[in-house]
């Protein structure tokens, strides 16, 4: 009878063991599903999977770990759609839980504080933003040298920092820095190299730096399509950028050209009701009544 019991107790810890081990492995394939979907920019169904992943995480065997994984995925999704608060939210809870898994100045560490930053900025949170990324910058450099590429993308969350707080000097100098970093790592034709040459080209238009934007934004847009192909919709933001350097140049037809490109793309994909497209409509508005203004000058 003592053998049945403890057979059958050996059984039902076996079987929770299981069953803990396949909660982690689903969640890790969730969070692999949802991070395709990141790659592809449609946080909809990336916040679906994530979310679900972060329920299944909670009861495996390495829960901590697991959970902060999900939490931090989930502040990065949060953070695309414009959910601030909740991003904050989830990536100071990943945060906590990292804090209690890893050693002190991990990169790991590093790479949360950079999205934290990242979501404070968003909300013009511009002082606590840069302190927490010169703490994510300061946990990098106990690792790793100023010039390596690893530290690039810091200096270039920082260069956006400080560009949106108005300081464009400072701003264009860490830009530059990094892209000779940037491209020495990973070539002029990367889509990493791409995405910075874009966020200095919106540098130059705050600055009404237009011809340089132009052709930056060029040189952005070469790149994505030739790696990007089909998909279209992760071309929508360059799309934009163009059409705004279009519209400040007063060359309003490629202007409409490229925001109506982009608008299609952005029905198909996302759909009518979703804020890229309603974001993108509004543009095209603003810049019919620009036109519609332009032409009654003219008249008069």
Same mark, same amino acid.
Request: with cysteine; proline share 1%.
């Given at each position: 009878?003592?053998? /049945? *019991?403890?057979?059958? !107790?050996?059984f039902?810890?076996?079987?929770?063991?299981?069953?803990?081990?396949?909660?982690?492995?689903?969640?890790?394939?969730?969070?692999?599903?949802?991070?395709?979907? /990141?790659?592809?920019?449609?946080?909809?169904?990336?916040?679906?999977?994530? $979310?679900?992943?972060?329920?299944l995480?909670?009861?495996?065997?390495?829960?901590?770990?697991?959970?902060s994984?999900?939490l931090?995925?989930?502040?990065?999704?949060? $953070?695309?759609?414009?959910?601030?608060?909740?991003?904050?939210?989830?990536?100071?809870?990943?945060?906590?839980?990292?804090?209690?898994?890893?050693?002190?100045?991990?990169?790991? *560490?590093?790479?949360?504080?950079? *999205? !934290?930053?990242?979501?404070?900025?968003?909300?013009?949170?511009?002082s606590?933003? $840069?302190?927490?990324?010169?703490?994510?910058?300061?946990?990098?450099?106990?690792? =790793? !040298?100023?010039?390596?590429?690893?530290?690039?993308?810091?200096?270039?969350?920082?260069?956006?920092?400080?560009?949106?707080?108005?300081?464009?000097?400072?701003?264009?100098t860490?830009?530059?820095?990094?892209?000779?970093? &940037?491209n020495?790592?990973?070539?002029?034709? =990367?889509?990493?190299?791409?995405?910075?040459?874009?966020?200095?080209?919106?540098?130059?238009?705050?600055?009404?730096?237009?011809?340089?934007?132009?052709?930056?934004?060029?040189?952005?847009?070469?790149?994505?399509?030739?790696?990007?192909?089909?998909?279209?919709?992760l071309?929508?933001?360059?799309?934009?950028?163009?059409?705004? /350097?279009?519209?400040?140049?007063?060359n309003?037809?490629?202007?409409?050209?490229? !925001?109506?490109?982009?608008?299609?793309?952005?029905q198909?994909y996302?759909?009518?009701?979703?804020?890229?497209?309603?974001?993108?409509?509004?543009? &095209?508005?603003?810049?019919?009544?620009?036109?519609?203004?332009?032409?009654?000058?003219?008249?008069?």
């Amino acid at each position: 009878m003592i053998g /049945i *019991i403890i057979l059958l !107790l050996s059984f039902e810890n076996t079987s929770a063991a299981l069953k803990v081990q396949a909660n982690s492995n689903t969640s890790e394939a969730l969070r692999a599903m949802a991070r395709v979907y /990141i790659t592809e920019g449609n946080y909809t169904k990336a916040q679906s999977l994530a $979310e679900n992943a972060l329920k299944l995480a909670k009861s495996t065997q390495d829960s901590d770990l697991q959970t902060s994984k999900c939490l931090i995925d989930l502040a990065f999704v949060y $953070e695309k759609e414009g959910r601030f608060s909740e991003a904050q939210d989830a990536c100071e809870k990943g945060l906590t839980l990292q804090k209690k898994i890893y050693y002190k100045n991990h990169p790991y *560490i590093a790479g949360t504080l950079r *999205i !934290l930053s990242s979501i404070y900025k968003n909300q013009q949170k511009y002082s606590l933003a $840069e302190d927490t990324l010169n703490k994510a910058i300061n946990i990098m450099r106990t690792s =790793h !040298l100023p010039e390596e590429p690893a530290l690039a993308p810091y200096n270039v969350d920082m260069a956006r920092l400080v560009a949106v707080q108005g300081k464009f000097k400072e701003a264009e100098t860490i830009y530059l820095d990094a892209l000779n970093v &940037i491209n020495d790592s990973y070539g002029a034709n =990367h889509l990493y190299t791409a995405g910075v040459l874009e966020s200095l080209a919106q540098l130059y238009i705050s600055q009404q730096r237009y011809t340089e934007a132009r052709e930056l934004i060029n040189k952005t847009l070469k790149i994505q399509e030739s790696i990007y192909g089909s998909k279209k919709q992760l071309l929508i933001t360059s799309w934009i950028t163009k059409a705004e /350097i279009c519209q400040a140049q007063q060359n309003y037809s490629q202007a409409e050209e490229l !925001l109506y490109e982009a608008l299609t793309v952005s029905q198909e994909y996302f759909g009518s009701e979703h804020v890229n497209t309603i974001s993108i409509q509004d543009k &095209i508005n603003q810049l019919k009544y620009e036109q519609d203004n332009i032409t009654e000058v003219a008249k008069l």
